[in-house]
């Protein structure tokens, strides 16, 4: 089963979209900071990574690149998500190795779309 990791401060976001990823077929774990989140791929090597730019923990750019860093082998496709623009933010993230951005609130098909475009799902 495709792994994926949830990184959301966020009750009420987060949940729905588990509730997406899960109705997908992607068996979803939630963490809610960077920290956390490293020490979770560090042990379990997910094969995506869904970001919220509010999460706890720093710049998301930040984040990606130390992901990238710490992987053992194939790095996870990183998706950062937000519900405000920010172009900087967003063009740095992928610089870092994001894979995409995606605004919210997210629509169940453009999700599906994205990770099969990304090869995570079929």
Known sequence: MTMCLLIDEEGRGRSHL????SGLGLETSL????????RFCNDNAPDV???SARANGGAPKDFVKRLRMAARG???VVFLYAET???EMFGQSILEGAADVLM?????DLLHFKLRQAGIVV
């Open 85 to 87: 623009p920010d172009t």
């Open 49 to 51: 990574v869904m970001l």
């Open 31 to 38: 963490t809610s900071g960077a920290d956390e989140a490293v």
């Open 104 to 108: 919210m609130p997210l629509d169940r």
């Open 18 to 21: 588990g509730e997406m990823l």
């Open 74 to 76: 194939k790095p996870p």
